[in-house]
């Protein structure tokens, strides 16, 4: 039975294990013109979110994707500072961060309402729209917008044997190297998603056992390769929801 090969590598540089998330701070409330606000830092990434709404729908608005004038619409923006080398041109990164945010909203007792969601990238270490997509949720939840679950965002990477091993040589010379495909990382830093072989994120709400968002990318030896990375972000996800909560419950939510 294949599975992701991260017990066989070495220390991160970052001093992180395998299957260990970024170190993650969360705080809400922190936009005082906003419906409701988050900021997180994800170790080296920082995002701050601002929520506005649910006010009523501007009839003259079509939401995106089209739908009925009677439903909920739900519109998200990304922008990045600027010292962050990126930017979202053709509004792919705002498309998933909709995709990943609104199956967790309850749009039923929402009708004829819009919500808008403001993200801001301060700054960028890789993975950027799973930072988005939690600091976002829980914006959103800060907003007292009524939500299904929280949702968390994990991704996993995998590097060539060669890459992995010039990435850890001198961390831990006594670490037996991995001597498969190459490394499977949880929550990969720049450094580490430089010259990928292949990645997938998933977006996941817990609660609902739910999977809102995949994005998976490069060259995947076997569906079922896929499938075991997108379970150790699943993982991942749920090692990061208690984070989440635990910032609405510091803020008395």
Not at 8 to 36: M, Y
Not at 150 to 163: P, Y
Not at 222 to 230: I, N
């Amino acid at each position: 039975c294949w599975r992701p090969s991260a017990m066989a590598v070495p220390l991160r540089r970052d001093g992180r294990g395998p299957t260990e998330c970024r170190p993650t701070f969360l705080r809400t409330g922190v936009v005082d013109d906003a419906t409701g606000s988050a900021y997180g830092e994800f170790a080296q990434t920082r995002v701050a979110v601002s929520v506005f709404g649910p006010r009523p729908r501007d009839r003259d608005v079509v939401s995106e994707p089209a739908s009925d004038v009677q439903a909920m619409q739900l519109s998200c923006s990304v922008h990045y500072a600027g010292s962050v080398d990126a930017e979202d041109e053709d509004g792919a990164v705002a498309k998933q961060l909709r995709q990943a945010l609104l199956p967790s909203i309850q749009a039923h007792l929402l009708p004829k309402t819009a919500i808008e969601v403001q993200c801001t990238v301060l700054e960028s270490d890789g993975n950027d729209v799973g930072p988005m997509i939690m600091c976002a949720s829980v914006a959103l939840a800060n907003a007292r917008v009524p939500l299904y679950d929280l949702v968390a965002s994990a991704m996993v990477s995998q590097r060539s044997a060669l890459e992995a091993n010039a990435d850890t040589d001198g961390v831990d010379d006594n670490a037996e190297g991995d001597s498969g495909a190459g490394a499977w990382l949880l929550d990969p830093t720049a450094k580490e998603l430089d010259g990928a072989r292949a990645s997938v994120a998933v977006a996941y709400m817990a609660a609902r056992n739910q999977v809102t968002l995949v994005d998976a990318s490069g060259d995947w030896d076997t569906p079922q390769a896929l499938k075991e990375c997108m379970d150790t972000c699943v993982d991942g996800c749920k090692k990061m929801r208690p984070i989440l909560r635990s910032a609405l419950l510091a803020a008395g939510k």
